[in-house]
């Protein structure tokens, strides 16, 4: 029901299609938008504009950014440390870069293999990342922890079988903050055979 | 941590600002913006453009609409029932209509009385209440049920006394499909006390 015109309800079945927001919270979105038209509405759409404009897929890693290739892949302290860090999304690698990983690059599969789905090697960026190993020393397949993302940790370990690389994956264990009594089990386990001396 | 450029940075931290995203939120949604540039993206940030040309307030009712007086003030078939509904929001105006109340009209408080935070009779449409009010056979109070809301309820009666208006207010029930278990004791007994027959 359109109680705003044909333009509010489009703004509302738009906005309706992002992560984290249906009908409702998109409708409450639009109302605050008009609400701050001058401090909120008009900055965004500006702000829209120029990301569509600008916003790019690194060529090199998958990264998005204004550039490509991207920020992380030009900077050149980050070729010393030889550590390529694998990630399924480009979430992944925001995620990284946030906790402060180190001078590092990265590699985004952009998806995980997964058979049921149709997903195969050459519809992830499995070429891609072969084409640029030898150029890493250590390569940490820093996937998630789902049955498709060993899959395809355990596909890509295989393929990059002979590169010279060392292949690494991130270690399991308690969340740091993370409650005993809230973990799996499979967790827990992993946890106490990868215990280190204090 | 800027992964992305100034200009991802900028619209995941415009976002964040709206109702029901945070910074986490705000940043799925901007990869989700940036994977689907053309289904999602530059649709989005097209609506946005014509919202902020289009999108006023009424202001006959405060609604909000692509023409003032907006399309419920300018519809003809709603004069018939004289029937006018105060709410203190546009979001509520809005659940009305979805409700399907019937040809009535509105007046959209743009807010309620609150002492506390300094929120007087002045700054919200009292005065253009008042205004209007002889046109109307009914005046239904949909404020909220909350303290403020009923203050404001109380305020708007006593000033509408004398104006020949009958001055309703919505029903305090059972909500339709809602359990007993889980409602509140006053709203029970009001329940209760306003019991009909079947």
Known sequence: MASGGP???QLIQLLARLPGLGPRSARRAVLQLVKKK???MIPLSAALDRAVEAVRSCEVCGNIDTMSPCSICADPRRNDSGMLI???D???LWALERAGVGAVKY???GGVLSPLDGVGPEDISIEALLGRAHEFREIVLAVNATVEGQTT???ITDRLAGSGAKVTRLAHGVPVGGE????DEGTLS???RARTEI
């Open 90 to 92: 480009v979430a992944d």
């Open 7 to 9: 333009e509010i309800e």
């Open 190 to 192: 992993q946890a106490l």
């Open 86 to 88: 694998v990630v399924e």
């Open 180 to 183: 005993l009594d809230y973990l």
């Open 153 to 155: 940790a355990h596909y």
């Open 38 to 40: 001058e401090q909120l």
């Open 107 to 109: 590699h985004v599969l």
